[in-house]
């Protein structure tokens, strides 16, 4: 349209759903964005689908008809929010994928793939334990993308090491809370026949670090989950966490700017940019820590 | 002795005219108007055409929802496990739907189906036992969640055929079918409320119960009746909504309950049963969208939405009480 | 069975949580009669009936109407065989207008989904309120009617069903006697149609008046029927109470009245009444008289600050208040008696001891906690000087028989000595014996100098109780008679007094 | 109003309503033991002395905010912001719970202020205008949702002192902290409610608020009280929920109203107001988390314990009601 090209004297208007602003990572993300974004000069429309992609589906609607420059999605569900890609991309408007994906293809997708995630975490499990031991599993809300995904990866990992065995696993609702209360139960019903717990994001590994404690049992039990929260790296550095998968917001945020200003302005933009995990552990937790 | 009471009646009849047929519901409306205007003002992008448009096509799942709450409340009852429906029928709705296997009428039917039976069974278990609707659909709401997964293997049920993506995505002459659909069922609910038998027993069952039994009504029936309907228009949604997004979420409808109820009640449906109407219901449902779209495009920030969100929807059911009040 | 019975029971038993509230009872209707059902509150008529009409089932027993099995069980059935009734709580629908509530589950013959003609229905309901001589807007929401109104929406009701046998369980109570006049002649036309009437009632002289057969129950036993011309009033309150029973009214005993209580001047209330005042002096009763709806209650209400008042002042001893709620009223010592007591009156959920000292509770308290055993005791000690039937101070009051909430409602407002006291309808749907003990009670309070302020529909309890008795029509005060002069010819001809500056009224 | 319509409503909840006072609470606590012993039967690990003392630790956090709950439906109210009060209650005292920052006393004492500014916000909102509790409620969850956000910035406040977190997570001669607090705040709102003026009003305004009115009673006052004292066992709760997670999360307590709530109806709090009784409330919470502990032992698949977790729930109270039943 008229305005986008060559960056006239109109500021960019990019508008962003976010899966929800109530997940520290999702923030982290949003945050980058925003410091990206008053950097270039761009404004930036926020909104919140609070986890409900046809509120995503909605929010992408208002974006096609306050005509901004371009969006970015950090997509609630891979099928779901789809819809919201088509749309976009009918009304000519350029769409980038934040974080996870969508089944139809966007523009352009910034992120990391959440199987590779949980593949790192249950390898690291599966290695520290020399691959034989009893896991439990924490899932997310069950039925959503990232705990779909996060179940895949654990999966294909656990299917390799075949004296590896899930115990047990149950959802944890994301919730530290919650977690603790599961890991609790499960320790009056299995107790030291647990070795490995992995939780599908930090809260409910460290919610699962809490109980293990109480019960006097962390030692024997390694606790791995994703996401790499500050509270998940001090746990990493004190010891009782034993290990998280490092996301890096600060890259997609940026990067999602960048690619979004580029399609918005016509100008040539990378498809696909694949910002890889990396394992923290005591070995390395130091150069994640901020300072 | 008939002399008497002529001045009396007078008044009588005006204090109460005012209050229950008349401006009462317009005091919402005016409320409702009031926010409109004020987005009107503050942003250029509220008052188009294909933003009016959204609005009411991000309402119409919210709003089938609460029509069919509505119904419920009137009785005196509630129904918690509307969200759950959506997902369950969604999912029914979503496995029936895949390209070149059905034609597209069978998802729809197995949708409703679905979210009939819900309902049937919810009222048989308010009606057959003693215990409280709260704690009933509660139960059903968790057991609906829990079938939903279970039907989904606890995954998205996606690749829906286009002409099943058309029900709730599509467009008749420029007009979104969801906007079709909800007037046709607004005007239905209205209509089974205000002018059928069952509709009236609805509002005797919910006024007083005795009362209502003593007169010969079935109670239990009419009961059935409510829960059942309730279940159909979440059946409903569920579809729509399944449509929409070209998936079958099982965890779909989460918390829709509330919001649903929260319209109800805005509207003016009374919590302890026996008063509430189809147009207030659906003013409720306007406000709660229009005040979420308009904080969207003044781009107020995530958290201070929640928090002018709260504040607007106390506000003007405020300001549509003292309207009562200052009528009265 | 003759030829004439319609209906008949046989042996019927009912208990509630292990009391027996009918214990083999036997009743035999005829067409055509007014059959009067007597008994003291908690005897068991109400029960009675509401198995009759299908709202409660037996645990046995046989009823046969029209020669056939009528133990369905179910109302709706039993109604459209030809049996209405009027009950005792006005069963309605407070949202719904008059003419949807006489015609609430008869709207249309055939299912739940067929059309409503409300404009059909409300026409009809007029006409039927026309006939009947009573002025109700078939149109108005009944939870905008005064209890009197309702009353007579229930008798509309029961008599539109073309019924063959009409209960009526106390239809007039909030009745006036003008109301009371109508009722009789819709029954005089429907029994001589060959209706056959149940009629209960605690009025007295409303049995002499138009019953044919009375048949007497007492503790849930059937004592006995007699043809209503072989009794006498002492005759049947012996076979009711099982005793006979003194003088209804105390013995004026001539104490002087002391300084002025309260004191109303010009008080005015836009539209409901206007240009009212009097004084009451501790130790006297004033009865206000008047017809339905000539405001009596609306003064009440105003006085004990539960509506606005628009003009006029409101004087305690002499001094100047101003009252906007009823904890202003309470604090200058008013208490107020509703004549609704299910929806003024007590708290159903909760028990005789707890309904007899909420009113006083901080009197039963040190600090925040209440002291069991004292308040179990003024409980106690309240319900015997009331006579309240109940199965101990721990029933709920939900399970009472309506004359005996009546008496905790009074007993409530008693135990927090008010100085004034406003008694609205204070013996509605109370039994004759209970009748006495509350004249008795209110006459022990007017002695310990509690101003009292007595309205009633019942002019020989206005005439019985009273010192002084004003008398409005038409929200306005048309005379103020001493005891000397009022008579019952006096007061119906100032309660039916037209005020010339109101002008011509009616069509 | 005049007339007595609303005492008549409550008439047809009797059924529901002889649990009050007497035998029926025994039906619930059959109920519950039922199922301890079935679990018993069915898993050796059920019936040991540190799993239960486990289950009433994890109960002990939904339990303290049904009996706040319990004090509002008790009056005929609704808190619907109990949640969102357990997150800004710990949000604001973790903000305090800095090592070396204030002595404990002080992140206690703010945050219990939150909570109590919080729920005395409630009750002025709901007793100075017409707004239905349900509305005013639901509209502060969103404002609290909010506000907690805001405060936190979206994320989790960590690193507190050990001393704080020892509140909700040490132990006292082998007894969890918990345990204690959740024994004394059970007696306390027992007391307030079976044996101070206060309590009894409580049950007069919600069995008939104008026969409460008539009364003398301050209908107003034991309405603020009773949403004071609902914020304050919140605030208790959302200290004693970041304590044992050694975080103030913005988003704890998202769904807890609805837990509290189910508790307090599963124990025979009427919803229509009127009666309830604290250990009604103790005993449905604990068959909350009896359940959901049982289920977790018998490691019963996630989608089957939503489905057998609702079955559950109804069972038990209609066993209640059939209970009720043979003895009314
Ligand atoms: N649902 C109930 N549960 C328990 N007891 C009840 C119930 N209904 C009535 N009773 C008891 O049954 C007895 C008979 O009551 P009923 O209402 O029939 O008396 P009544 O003769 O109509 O009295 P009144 O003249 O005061 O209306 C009373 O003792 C009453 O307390
Ligand atoms: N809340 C109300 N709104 C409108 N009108 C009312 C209201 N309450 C009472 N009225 C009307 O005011 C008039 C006066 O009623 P009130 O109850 O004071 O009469 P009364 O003299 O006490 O007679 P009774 O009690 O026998 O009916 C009645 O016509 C009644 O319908
Ligand atoms: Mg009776
Ligand atoms: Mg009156």
């Known amino acids: 349209s008229e305005k986008g090209a060559g960056g006239g004297s109109k500021k960019l208007v990019v508008g962003v759903t976010m899966l929800s602003m109530q997940n520290e990572f999702i923030v982290n993300v949003h ?60 009304a000519g408007i350029p769409i980038i994928n934040v974080n996870s994906e969508t089944s139809t293809k966007p523009s352009a997708f910034v992120g990391s793939d959440d199987v590779e995630s949980a593949r790192i975490a249950m390898k690291f499990i599966a290695e520290k334990l020399g691959g034989k031991g009893n896991v439990v599993m924490m899932h997310g809300y069950m039925g959503q993308a990232a705990q779909i995904k996060r179940e895949q990866g654990a999966r294909e990992i656990l299917k390799q090491y075949p004296n590896l065995k899930l115990l047990a696993q149950q959802t ?25 717990v992995f939780a599908h994001n930090d809260e409910m590994g460290l919610g699962a670090v809490k109980a293990l404690e109480d019960a006097g049992l962390k030692s024997k039990v390694i606790v791995v989950s994703i996401d790499a929260i500050p509270d998940a790296l001090q746990a990493v550095k004190k010891g009782t966490l034993d290990a998280t998968v490092f996301q890096n917001a600060e890259q997609q945020g940026s990067k999602a700017i960048e690619t979004a200003l580029k399609a918005a302005k016509r100008q040539a933009f990378e498809k696909q940019t694949l910002i890889p995990f990396q394992l923290v552990t005591t070995a390395n937790v130091a150069t994640f820590l901020k300072p | 002795m008939k002399n008497g009471f002529t001045t009396s009646f007078n008044q009588v009849s005006t204090s109460y005219k005012t209050r229950v047929q008349g401006i009462g519901k317009y005091g919402l409306l005016a409320a409702f108007l009031l926010i409109c205007i004020a987005l009107s003002v503050l942003t250029p992008r509220f008052l188009t055409v294909q933003n009016l448009m959204i609005i009411v096509t991000q309402v119409s799942i919210n709003a089938l929802l609460a029509f069919g709450v509505t119904f419920v409340i009137i009785t005196g009852g509630i129904d918690l496990s509307i969200g759950s429906m959506v997902a369950v029928t969604g999912v029914v709705a979503a496995s029936f739907a895949h390209p070149d296997t059905f034609p597209v009428a069978v998802p729809l039917l197995m949708g409703l189906l679905a979210g009939v ?11 057959r036992s003693n215990v409280p609707p709260f704690i009933v659909t509660l139960g059903t709401m968790t057991i609906g969640r829990g079938l939903a997964l279970i039907l989904s293997n606890g995954r998205p049920v996606s690749n829906l055929s286009d002409s099943f993506n058309f029900i709730g995505g599509g467009k008749v002459l420029g007009v979104p079918t969801l906007i079709i659909l909800l007037i046709v069922a607004f ?34 029936a009419v009961k059935m009746a409510v829960y059942t309907l309730c279940g159909g228009l979440a059946a409903l949604a569920g579809i729509l909504l399944t449509s929409r997004i070209t998936t079958g979420q099982p965890n779909a409808g989460a918390g829709f309950e509330l919001d649903a109820i929260a319209a109800a009640i805005i509207g003016g449906t009374s919590t302890s049963g026996g008063s509430g109407t189809m147009t207030g219901t659906l003013i409720g449902a306007l406000l709660i969208g ?32 003292l309207h009562n009040k200052t009528n009265a | 069975m003759t030829s004439d019975t319609i209906l008949q029971v046989r042996g019927l038993t009912k208990t509630f949580s292990g009391v027996k509230a009918l214990d083999d009872v036997q009743l035999t209707i005829r067409k055509g009669e007014v059959h009067a059902l007597m008994g003291e509150n908690g005897a068991g008529k109400s029960t009675l009936m509401k198995i009759l009409i299908g709202l409660l089932t037996p645990d046995s027993g046989e009823i046969l109407f029209e020669g056939n099995d009528l133990t369905t069980g179910n109302v709706g059935d039993v109604l459209k065989r030809g049996i209405s009734m009027i009950h005792q709580e006005m069963l309605m629908i407070p949202e719904l207008t008059v003419a949807q509530n006489i015609f609430l589950g008869r709207e249309r013959s055939g299912g739940l989904l067929r059309w409503l003609d409300d404009r059909r229905l409300t026409e009809k309901a007029g006409a039927l309120l026309e006939q009947m001589g009573v002025a109700i807007r078939p149109d108005m929401p009944v939870k905008y009617l005064s209890v009197a109104q309702m009353q007579m929406v229930e008798i509309a009701r029961a008599i539109s069903n073309n019924a063959s046998v009409i209960i009526m369980d106390e239809p007039t109570s909030a009745l006036a006697d003008a109301e009371v006049a109508t009722l009789f002649r819709i029954i005089g036309e429907l029994t001589r149609q060959g209706v056959a009437i149940i009629y209960i009632s605690h009025k007295m002289d409303e049995i002499f008046t138009i019953a044919d057969t009375v048949t007497v129950l007492r503790d849930g036993k059937y004592i006995a029927t007699r043809p209503a011309a072989e009794l006498d009033i002492d005759t049947l309150i012996a076979l009711m109470v099982g005793r006979k029973l003194d003088s209804l009214f105390p ?59 628009s003009q006029g002042e409101i004087r305690i001893r002499g001094k100047r208040v101003v009252i906007h709620s009823p904890q202003d009223a309470i604090g200058h010592g008013i208490g107020y008696v509703s004549e609704d007591r299910k929806g003024w009156g007590f708290i159903p959920g909760m028990s005789v001891r707890e309904n007899l000292t909420l009113a006083s509770l901080r009197k039963w308290s040190s600090g925040p906690f209440i002291r069991d055993k004292q308040e179990r005791d003024v409980a106690t000690a309240m319900m015997g000087e009331l006579n309240v039937k109940a199965t101990g101070p721990d029933q709920l009051v939900t399970y009472l028989s309506g004359g005996n909430q009546q008496k905790v409602v009074i007993g409530n407002r008693l135990l927090a000595q008010p100085a004034i006291l406003i008694l609205d309808e204070p013996t509605r749907g109370i039994d004759i ?20 302020i007595m309205i009633s529909s019942e002019l020989p309890e206005i005439l019985g109780m009273s010192d002084r008795i004003m008398v409005l029509a038409q929200g306005k005060q048309t005379t103020m008679l001493s005891r000397h002069e009022a008579s019952q010819e006096t007061i119906m001809r100032y309660a039916m007094h037209r005020d010339r500056d109101t002008g011509p009224t009616g069509e």
């Open chain 1, 172 to 196: 944890g609702e994301w919730d530290r809370a919650k977690a603790m209360s599961l890991m609790e139960n499960w320790i009056q019903s299995y107790g030291p026949q647990i070795n490995a």
């Open chain 3, 433 to 452: 014996g209970a009748k006495a003990e509350i004249y008795r009670l209110i006459h022990q309070w007017q002695q310990r100098g509690v101003a009292i």
């Open chain 2, 117 to 127: 039976a819900f309902g049937a069974f919810n009222g048989f278990v308010v009606t």
């Open chain 1, 31 to 90: 945050d980058e964005m925003a410091k990206k974004a008053e950097a270039e000069g761009v404004d930036l429309i926020t909104v919140d689908a609070e986890r409900s992609p046809l509120k995503q589906v909605e929010q992408v609607e208002s974006f096609i008809a306050q005509k901004v420059d371009a969006i970015i999605m950090n997509p609630c569900e891979v099928e779901a929010s789809s819809p919201a890609v088509t749309k976009a991309l009918a």
């Open chain 2, 187 to 220: 005007i239905s609910c209205t209509i089974v409320l205000r002018k059928t038998v069952l509709g009236r027993y609805m509002y005797a069952v919910g006024g007083n119960e005795q009362a209502a039994r003593a007169s010969g009504i079935r109670v239990g």
């Open chain 2, 290 to 321: 229009v005040i979420s779209n308009g904080l969207d495009l003044l781009n107020v920030t995530s958290y201070y939405q929640q928090v002018v969100m709260g504040i607007i929807i106390i506000g003007a059911v405020v300001l549509d009480s």
């Open chain 3, 251 to 309: 013995v004026p005993d001539g104490v002087p009245a002391g300084e002025v209580m309260l004191s109303v001047d010009g008080l005015g209330r836009r539209g409901v009444f206007a240009d009212i005042s009097f004084e009451v002096r501790a130790g006297e009763v004033l009865g206000i008289a008047g017809l339905m709806g000539a405001g009596r209650t609306e003064i009440a209400r105003a006085i004990f600050g539960l509506d606005r008042i």
